[in-house]
């Protein structure tokens, strides 16, 4: 186990530094750097130079990369903002949190509804209720989440006048863009619940259950569900990973301070080290969940040997 | 054999494939692949080709929904007699009317030949995005999953990395480092998918070379190269088939999604994604803009998604049948990788029947990696 830790932490760890320095290296050579975009169209050529190893725009890759790593490892310092001079690691330790919630508060409506959707639908498979409830999977899977925000955000917000349109801050200014996140990841797991449950329904011990005179909801709660969950968990647990990193677009539409809308905006400013910072804790952040999820998966499912896989 | 008649040769096989697909689907006295369930409806609609759709209901509902979107497409450029960018002045925000069955948007541009022409940009995003990721997947699976080795290893945890990250960060960069455009887009959606393709070619290379048909063909003398794509590769077409359709639904949907926030499609263009990030700027008094090409756009990818399912229902019986989800699957080798690939919506853990238990029913749980994110 110990042994299957480490192996997978070391994996974790490759991964963060191979996917920093190709990130790295894409951003830095993208055409028009910072220097460019901060000086302006009117700037002669010997300004931009100027200004480029004012920021050390000019040094060899391999140097600043380095030199980039071992700040952010040895004093987690990430560079400053090239927009408006803020420290980096300070700019993504804010977005985290507003992050974090959204996809948390996400996933437990996705959780919530797909048990329901996938329990109703397992309950009697073939009937029109089932084919109803998979159909709306279906549609789930497929409408885009950003456009279902639009069209929540016509009704609720504009004609109904219920809700914010967009914001962050109270109860209130969370319900839409979570409901709109959670719909992919609702289908998701009503699907997996659905099949897991039929065929825990066709297990030996449900129908040994079943002889013994036990009624249908007793068999349900107690033997049915328990067992058919923990693929549900692990889905629930890579959903989580999703809305982390998928988020940018609900952000963007919600004006939610979160890291996606801090990734989206520094793109179009061309400002690197928060592109940089925001991948740097992100793509940690999403490979841990991965991490717990297997680990949960294990500890709840003696029959997953980590060793084998 | 030379390399070009080689290429002709997985070509014609690659043809024929597709033929007998075809064939399969249409003709009404075609061999049965699925063990078809009694039902009541056999009695009511005892038709060949009712039959026919029974067996695969996904395959031919999602057929039907994107020949309606192409076939609307067609007809809204063919018979619209608005240009997709032709300014009309005097027709500013126009609700959906006669003239306009979509309405129009803030410049006077008639949304009905805009959205049906964004069909055609749909069409070319999804194709060729697909495309890139497929002949890549292919290429690099076929050959780590025949040769294995280190190489396969060192590719492989390449692609394992690549596909724990949440694909639409990758595009984001990829979009970022060379500057939001269609065709930057469309490379970035096709690096997206590779590792997808990789995987399950790789993995069902794997257990197909060491199937009887390939050994045969290895001990009749054929090289490398004629078992590699002569005897493998079309014996693990199936599941690549069905996951070029899944895949192309998930690329117009991260595609769109990266046009609406403004990293692809730039706006004169009547990308669907990109009409929609318009039509926000107008929610409270156009509500039309946002509403048409959001629903073009659910048309197509519920139509790829169950096509997809009912390929995999046609093309690979041990699946089962209702519905295709959630029937015990058997399959000789590779079983994890060859289920959750054809099954890229259920990741988390698979069921199988034993080969030797079929008959008995006796399962077990196999647990997936969940660095297995689909896209």
């Known amino acids: ?188 797991v009503a699907r997996l619940v659905r099949s897991s449950v039929i065929e825990v329904k066709r297990a030996d011990f449900v129908r040994t259950a079943a002889a013994k005179g036990l009624n249908p909801r007793q068999l349900m709660l107690r033997h049915i569900l328990p067992n058919s969950l923990i693929p549900a968990l692990t889905m629930m647990g890579l959903n989580l990973s999703h809305l982390i990193g998928g988020a940018f677009v609900i952000e963007t539409i919600f004006a939610w301070p979160g890291l996606g809308r801090l990734t989206v905006q520094a793109i179009f400013d061309r400002d690197l080290p928060v592109v940089m910072g925001a991948v740097l804790a992100v793509v940690p952040l999403c490979l841990s969940v991965n991490l717990i999820v297997d680990l949960l998966h294990g500890a709840l499912d003696p029959r997953v040997r980590h060793e084998a896989i | 054999m030379t390399r070009q008649s080689e290429l002709k040769a997985a070509a014609l096989a690659m043809a024929w494939r597709c033929h007998s697909l075809v064939r399969l689907m249409l003709s009404p006295q075609a061999p049965c692949p ?177 199937m009887p048909y390939a050994e045969a063909a290895i001990a009749l003398g054929a090289n490398d190269h004629r078992v590699m794509w002569h005897h493998v590769f079309p014996n693990i077409l199936s599941p690549v088939v069905v996951l070029t359709s899944m895949r192309m639904g998930t690329a117009l949907l991260t595609g769109s999604s990266l046009s609406f926030i403004g990293l692809g499609a730039q706006p004169p263009m009547p990308e669907w994604g990109a009409l929609m990030a318009t039509g926000r700027n107008y929610l409270d008094s156009a509500w039309w803009l946002a509403l048409f090409p959001g629903l073009a756009m659910t048309c197509t990818v519920v139509g790829l998604n169950l096509l997809g399912d009912g390929l995999r229902d046609l093309l690979d019986p041990r699946t089962g049948q209702s519905l295709g989800y959630g029937e015990a699957v058997s399959a000789e080798t590779e079983p994890v990788a060859a289920r959750s690939a054809l099954e890229p919506l259920q990741t988390g853990s698979l069921s199988m029947s034993h080969v030797s238990g079929r008959q008995s029913g006796q399962r077990t749980t196999i647990p997936m990696k969940s660095t297995e994110i689909q896209g």
Request: aromatic share 8%.
């Open chain 2, 34 to 210: 699925v063990p078809r369930k009694r039902s009541a409806a056999d009695n009511r609609w005892g038709t060949p080709a009712w039959n026919n759709f029974l067996r695969a209901p996904a395959l031919y509902l999602g057929t039907a929904l994107i020949a309606l979107v192409a076939i609307g497409a067609l007809l809204a450029l063919l018979l619209c007699s608005y240009a997709p960018d032709q300014i009309l002045p005097n027709s500013r925000l126009l609700p959906p009317g006669p003239d306009h069955p979509f309405g129009t948007d803030a410049l006077g541009r008639d949304l009905l030949s805009r959205v049906a022409a964004g069909a055609w940009l749909a069409a070319r995003i999804a194709v060729v995005s697909v495309a890139i990721s497929l002949v890549a997947g292919v290429i690099l699976g076929s050959l780590a999953g025949y040769y294995t080795g280190w190489t396969d290893q060192m590719v492989s945890r390449v692609m394992d990395g690549w596909l724990s990250l949440p694909g639409a960060l990758v595009a984001i960069v990829i979009v970022a480092r060379l500057g939001a455009s269609l065709d930057n887009l469309i490379l970035a959606l096709g690096f997206m998918g590779v590792p997808a393709f990789y995987r399950i070619v790789r993995n069902t290379t794997l257990g197909a070379r060491r």
């Open chain 1, 1 to 188: 186990m110990s042994w299957y830790l480490l192996r997978r932490l070391g994996g974790m760890l490759v991964t963060v530094l191979v996917v920093s320095f190709v990130a790295y290296l894409a951003l830095t050579f993208a055409p028009g750097d910072a220097a460019e975009a901060l000086i302006g169209e009117n700037a002669s050529t010997e300004q931009v130079a100027a200004l480029r190893s004012q920021m050390h725009l000019d040094a060899p890759l391999p140097e600043r990369y380095a030199g980039y790593m071992v700040a952010a490892i040895t004093k987690g310092d990430l560079g400053h903002s090239l927009v408006n001079g803020r420290n980096v690691t300070d700019l993504v330790a804010e977005r985290i949190l507003p992050t974090l919630l959204l996809a948390l508060v996400a996933m437990g409506i996705a959780t919530v509804a797909g048990l329901g959707l996938g329990v109703l639908a397992a309950s009697r498979p073939g009937s029109h209720l089932d084919l109803l409830a998979m159909g709306g999977t279906a549609m789930g899977l497929a409408v885009p989440p950003y456009w279902v925000a639009l069209l929540l955000v016509m009704l609720f917000s504009l004609r109904l006048h219920w809700l914010p349109v967009f914001g962050y801050g109270s109860m209130s200014h969370l319900i839409l863009p979570a409901i709109s996140l959670a719909l992919p990841g609702a289908a998701m």
